[in-house]
């Protein structure tokens, strides 16, 4: 299985920070990023990208992550061919 462009987001995300992130939350990022990359992959409950949009953008504020949502559409920009 190739690394999805999401999933490769978060990683950039997780790699460019200053202090070594809280595991749990890295890993629900990673989780998070996996299921809308299989999603996106798929076609299949394309309803549920909107809910792990969210839980992205909460999971980044609680890792102390300033402009969370900028960071995300930067990298996701980054990543789109």
């Known amino acids: 299985m190739t690394i999805g462009r999401h999933l490769?987001?978060?990683?950039t995300v997780l790699a460019t920070l200053e202090e070594e992130p809280n595991a749990v939350l890295a890993e629900n990022l990673r989780g998070l990023a996996r299921a809308w990359d299989i999603i996106e992959t798929?076609?299949?409950d394309l309803r549920a990208v909107s809910q792990i949009s969210g839980a992205?953008?909460?999971v980044l504020a609680e890792m102390s992550i300033n402009s969370v949502t900028d960071v995300w559409d930067q990298i996701s920009e980054q990543l789109t061919p």
């Open 42 to 44: 798929t076609g299949e």
């Open 8 to 11: 490769e987001a978060a990683e």
């Open 56 to 58: 992205i953008v909460r």
